[in-house]
């Protein structure tokens, strides 16, 4: 059976490789996990963090980087989910 900890680094590795995701989302979700971690925060915690974030960008849902996005953007994110 593979720890949570072992679909975390296997999940982290799969997002740097993703083409389908901007290079800046990419470094920002996995600065992001690597904070949570840091702080303590249970791998299967950062899973739940790290599924949403990935898929709002493989959805088409983001299509810039996150720091362009505005209020608008993100509820419009928010409403769709």
Avoid: H
Avoid at 7 to 26: A, T, V
Avoid at 59 to 81: A, N, R, Y
């Amino acid at each position: 059976m593979v720890s949570a900890d072992e679909r975390l680094e296997k999940y982290l590795k799969r997002l740097e490789d993703d083409k389908r995701i901007l290079l800046s989302n990419r470094r920002r979700i996995i600065d992001f996990i690597e904070s949570r971690k840091a702080k303590g925060k249970a791998a299967n915690t950062c899973l739940k963090y790290l599924s949403p974030l990935t898929q709002i960008n493989l959805c088409g849902w983001v299509t810039e980087p996150f720091e362009k996005l505005t209020k608008k953007d993100i509820e419009s994110i928010v409403t769709k989910s």
